[in-house]
């Protein structure tokens, strides 16, 4: 038991912020055991937090396991990185997947990582690629360096900070290479990633932009190595992006 839980300073808010945090792309589903585990609270704690959680629609419990509950999901669509950015860029989105017959994604930047907030594929989904919901690492993704591209400084500084991890052999990982990166990235308008992330899947993205001129987002299309390439998806990525911009530039709540 941490000092914090012997001394009654943590908060209902915090024990059910650890127990959400608890959850992950890979960890959708736990048992009391693991949700005890990876919560770092205390057994009986976490069974009790839980069981508010479970009365107030925040988790949900089929069989021996919890989930993240339908009342967050519901909540969830209240975001404005949800709703304005979301029906600003789905038209969008859509004609870009039925331009290139590739899954499309729509990512903004979260600390140093990518939240993963839409996805269009079709009917061969490829089971290595994230989720809605997901965050990507934002130093070798496509959609992380198209957002990074126009951030300031000290944004970049933090994601080199964070640690460029070799996730594949083709990932780059020192700061000057992703610098020399990313300075590139605004003149050809589209930021690329072959192989960084996943061996034989490449990725396309280009940047979003808000009605102060400043990076929100980025668009991409993913997908096979051989057939995701700048050269042939690219003019498809930016036209869908400029529109998306323009869009959530005016959107009816600003």
Known sequence: MSPAERDGSVGGLERAAAILGAFDEQHRELT??????????PRSTTHRTADKMLKLGWLDKPAERYRIGNRLFELSGLAPVRHELRESALPYLQDLFHATRTTVQLGVLHGVQVLLVEKITGHRPMPMLSQVGALLPAYCSALGRAILAHSDEATVQAVIDGGLERRTPRTITTATALRRELAAIPDRGLAVEREEGNIGISCVAAPI???L?????AVSVTGP????????????????????SRAYSSFPSR
């Open 225 to 244: 190595a051989a057939l995701v390439r700048a050269d042939r998806a690219g003019p498809a990525v930016r036209l869908a992006a400029a529109a998306a």
């Open 32 to 41: 009391l055991a693991a949700l005890v585990t990876r919560s770092g609270l």
């Open 213 to 217: 001129g400043g990076v929100v987002a």
């Open 209 to 211: 932009f808000g009605p």
